[in-house]
Nanobody, 122 residues
């Protein structure tokens, strides 16, 4: 019932910035929590940043101070402003959405997007 579409990924040099977007369509009741997760080469999927409809956020330790997550509830869109990018930030970034705010902490979501590739060159 919910479709998530990520955009904004690409190739960027170390120290550069990207802005990712995740647009949700369908039931707004299923997007109380939204989050960005990345699949890093050689590692398990990890939290990047997540946010509730009320504005509570949760960030992965490696991106704190560099990435900012936000959302426009009226437009059902979540954003990730990624700055000071490092090669270790390379990975496929997935958008997730769920009906409970606790998802931003427990990582359990109802829907996932197709992912967008972020590659940071050194």
């Amino acid at each position: 019932q919910v479709q998530l579409v990520e955009s904004g990924g690409g190739l960027v040099q170390a120290g550069g910035s990207l802005r990712l977007s995740c647009s949700a369509s369908g039931s707004s009741c299923s997007t109380d929590a939204m989050g960005w997760y990345r699949q890093v080469p050689g590692k398990q999927r990890e939290l990047v940043a997540a946010i509730t409809s009320g504005g509570t956020t949760n960030y992965g330790d490696s991106v704190k101070g560099r990435f900012t997550v936000s959302r426009d509830n009226a437009r059902s869109t979540m954003y990730l402003q990624a700055k000071s990018l490092k090669p270790d930030d390379t990975g496929v970034y997935y958008c997730a959405a769920g009906s409970t705010s606790w998802s931003i902490f427990n990582g359990e979501y109802d829907y996932w997007g197709q992912g967008t590739q972020v590659t940071v060159s050194s």
